[in-house]
Nanobody, 126 residues
Framework: QVQVIETGGGLVQAGGSLRLSCTVS????????MGWFRRGPGKEREFVAT????????LYADSVKGRFTISRDNAKKSVYLQLNSLKPEDTAIYYC???????????????????WGQGTQVTVSS
């Protein structure tokens, strides 16, 4: 059974940075596309970033493009999200997700992901 655990959230001032980590166990990580989603206060879950199983391609939401970077380290079975130039509107619980299909494409759709982490809180103060 696949387990997904996010860490690295915290409180940061606007303009600051954080690095979120996501570790996957119980699956073939190197062949699985990964994604990051977030849910702000009183809002629905939204797409943030995704990376292909090979790490060769990434996609970002327009709201974070140029500020956030997704990456993966297959040896550590981990995916990362570097958050730079943070804004108060980035405040949310950030979730890491793994696709259930081996060699499946990365996706901006939350319904494409089979396994989800518990989330890590990111709070950006003004």
């Amino acid at each position: 059974q696949v387990q997904v655990i996010e860490t690295g959230g915290g409180l940061v001032q606007a303009g600051g940075s954080l690095r979120l980590s996501c570790t996957v166990s119980g699956g073939t990580f190197s062949s699985i596309a990964m994604g990051w989603f977030r849910r702000g206060p009183g809002k629905e879950r939204e797409f943030v970033a995704t990376i292909s199983w090979s790490g060769s391609d990434s996609l970002y939401a327009d709201s974070v493009k140029g500020r956030f970077t997704i990456s993966r380290d297959n040896a550590k079975k981990s995916v990362y999200l570097q958050l730079n130039s943070l804004k108060p509107e980035d405040t949310a619980i950030y979730y890491c997700a793994a696709r259930g299909l081996k060699y499946g494409p990365h996706s901006v759709r939350s319904t494409a992901y089979a396994y989800w982490g518990q989330g890590t809180q990111v709070t950006v103060s003004s």
